[in-house]
């Protein structure tokens, strides 16, 4: 079969031929549609996450349909349509697991990181961490949700309940947690690289009230802010941007480093947290309420063989997000 490697980070894909995986009892063969590109994709390729499987099949934001079935599998069939998000497998005793929190057990392994992606025209995935996606859905149009969705709706929740969210950075995640916002009712503030004019103009015409440079206070306090930019300068900026009580949820998988700053910002409740990766929890109630409102993504799509030029239009934060089609 075809597949997208990265022999070491900081190198170039390779599209190479690699023998078809065979599922191991638990796992399931997908027969790859799409692969959507993340931002964390350039992570891993560019080293930023350093300890890779090499070599790697990166992707996880994958959609495809079940092509066979391993033993000991009761609950997938083959013609399934599924989703394979990042977290890809988890060890279900650790204390985190038993407690509703796999995102953080120690042991996960982790789609196009731990475990071969979906660059590719198979993957096997362990049956358990494949999500069902409504059919409601083109697999072009699925594919954004399973990490920019999820993790944006992951961090939209953590947020709380204030009417007055501020975004920073308007990536494919904002995009998707502004529709989710207005339709609860909520107000969304966007916040983008200062001058960014036209990333400015497209968040008010997707319904934010305000659109203005990230190094601006907003026009009035937010409840909350959710940061969507791997800038470690912008905590305390949002942390002078929300009222007493309000969070600043950092919704990055690697950031830069976060300066230092005075008390006076965290003072009066505020809370600045985390979100690390997503549980399978996290992904079906994200796909069933993408599917209820509907959420609307915006795609292009790129064969395997452009998987460096799809590479670069994420790198440049392009509008559409761009997905991979196998041949």
Known sequence: MQAVVLAAPGHPLELREVPAPEPAPGQVLVEVTVCAICRTDLHVIDGELDRPKLPLIPGHQVVGTIGAVGDRVADRRAGDLVGVPWLGWACGVCRYCTSGRENLCPY????????DGGY????????????PVPRVFEPVAAAPLLCAGAIGYRAFRLAGDGGLIGLYGFGNAARLVTQIALHEGRRVFAFTRPGDTETQRLAVE????WAGDSTEPPPEPLDAAILFAAVGELVPLALAAVSPGGSVVCAEI????IPTFAYELLWGERIVRSVANLTRRNGEDLLALAARIPLVTSTRTFPLERADEAIEAARAGSAETPVLVPG
Do not use: E, I, P
Request: proline share 0%; hydrophobic share 45%.
């Open 108 to 115: 996960a392994w982790f789609t196009g990181y731990d475990l």
């Open 120 to 131: 590719a025209d198979r993957m096997v995935v362990d049956a358990r961490f494949c999500l």
């Open 206 to 209: 997707r319904g934010c009230t």
């Open 254 to 257: 690697h950031m830069s480093d």
